[in-house]
C-alpha cells in the first residue's frame, strides 16, 4: 500500500499531473474494487490540487448516481442529458464550462461553484461514470486538465 503521494507543491499543474499519473497508477494497481479506488483518487487530487469539489458520479440505470468524492455536500442523481454531467455522459464528451452560468442546464449542488470540468469514463464505447471537478473560481480549467484528467480515467478503465 503506498502511503504518500508525492508532488512538488509550487510547481505548474501539468508538473504536478505528470508527477501524480504514476503514482495514482501504482496506487490502485494492487486493488479491483472500482469504489476504493475512485475513492482514494478523489483524495489524491484534492490534496494536490486543491480543488473546491472533486468526485465521481456512475452510471445507474438512466441516471448518474452520487459515487466517492471530496468537497461539501452534492446533489445524488442526475438525468441522463441534464446538467454538465448529463450532457458529458451523452456526448461522449469532456466538458470545459468556464462559467457555470453561462451552461443551460447547469446542475448547481454548491452556489460556489463557477466553472467546471467532467470527463467521461468510457469502457467498450459505453459510458459507466463521470469525473467531475468544480472550482469556485472562473475559468480554472483547460486542455491541460483535460488531457491529464482523461488519463487518470483511462488508467481507472484499464485496472478495472
Ligand atoms: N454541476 C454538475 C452537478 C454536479 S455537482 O457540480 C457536484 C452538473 O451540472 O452536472
Known sequence: MN???????????????????????HLISGETNLIANLSNITAVLKSVFNFYWVGFYLVDGTQLVLGPFQGTLAC????????????????????????VLKFAGHIACSSLSKSEI?????????????????????ATFDTTDAKYLKEIVDIIISNK
Open 76 to 99: 445524488t442523481r442526475i438525468p441522463k442529458g441534464r446538467g454538465v454531467c448529463g450532457v458529458s455522459w451523452e456526448k461522449k464528451e469532456t466538458l470545459i464550462v468556464p462559467d
Open 3 to 25: 502511503e504518500d503521494i508525492t508532488f512538488t507543491s509550487d510547481a505548474d499543474k501539468s508538473i504536478r499531473y505528470a508527477e501524480i499519473i504514476p503514482q495514482i497508477k
Open 118 to 138: 467532467v470527463v467521461p469514463m468510457i469502457q467498450n464505447d459505453d459510458v459507466i461514470g463521470v469525473l467531475d471537478v468544480d472550482s469556485e473560481h472562473l
